[in-house]
T-cell receptor
Framework: KNQVEQSPQSLIILEGKNCTLQ??????????LRWYKQDTGRGPVSLTI?????NTKSNGRYTATLDADTKQSSLHITASQLSDSASYIC??????????FGAGTILRVKS | NAGVTQTPKFQVLKTGQSMTLQCAQD?????MSWYRQDPGMGLRLIHY???????DQGEVPNGYNVSRSTTEDFPLRLLSAAPSQTSVYFC????????????FGSGTRLTVV
């Protein structure tokens, strides 16, 4: 069964600190892996898209990694800001519109 | 450039009522889709369209209907609302069906009582 598991479920960090969110997947075939940020009451916004051949991609203070062999991805947030408080969703594409969404990690950044 | 616009933002329905959730995009995207988001679960695909006049079912289509008469609009109809349809609904669009990022609307929070 195609699944995307994210950990932790929720996380609280102090402003200015770094954090790493994890995504493990069992999706086949694999087309690409996406990370989205979803603010409360808003729709998800794309952060990165990585294909099989890419193992790192950055978007400002966000850096995503992909290990296609172990079927793991991580999203690293550097020097966190209050505006980083959101749900972060890992999505794996099996091709076409076959997207498998994780349940998300809720991040809260405290001052 | 408004992106993907969804209306209404909030709606309360009684069991058995019908309604239409509106979705419009101004990016000339061919691909549009509807998802529902329930607590503790990932988004699930309800219906999708790869162009005007073409629609197909997703993972959880029962109780919903769609049509795509123009590139811009992709309304979602609830035929006879049930409490199990209480959810947050997102419309998304993309340049093509695969390998492109999706642009999501801000969602419609629907409660069926």
């Amino acid at each position: 069964k195609n699944q995307v598991e994210q950990s932790p479920q929720s996380l609280i960090i102090l402003e200015g600190k770094n954090c790493t969110l994890q995504c493990n997947y069992t999706v086949s075939p694999f087309s690409n892996l996406r990370w989205y940020k979803q603010d409360t009451g808003r729709g998800p916004v794309s952060l990165t898209i990585m294909t099989f051949s890419e193992n790192t991609k950055s978007n400002g203070r966000y850096t995503a990694t992909l290990d296609a062999d172990t079927k793991q991805s991580s999203l690293h947030i550097t020097a966190s800001q209050l505006s980083d408080s959101a749900s972060y969703i890992c999505v794996v594409s099996a091709g076409g519109n076959k997207l498998v969404f994780g349940a998300g990690t809720i991040l809260r950044v405290k001052s | 450039n408004a992106g993907v616009t969804q209306t209404p933002k909030f709606q309360v329905l009684k069991t058995g009522q019908s309604m239409t959730l509106q979705c419009a995009q101004d990016m000339n995207h061919e691909y549009m889709s509807w998802y529902r988001q329930d607590p503790g679960m990932g988004l699930r695909l309800i219906h999708y369209s790869v162009g005007a006049g073409i629609t197909d079912q997703g993972e959880v289509p029962n109780g919903y209907n769609v049509s795509r008469s123009t590139t811009e609009d992709f309304p979602l109809r609830l035929l006879s609302a049930a409490p199990s349809q209480t959810s947050v609904y997102f419309c998304a669009s993309s340049y093509a069906i695969s390998n492109y990022g999706y642009t999501f609307g801000s969602g419609t929070r629907l409660t069926v009582v």
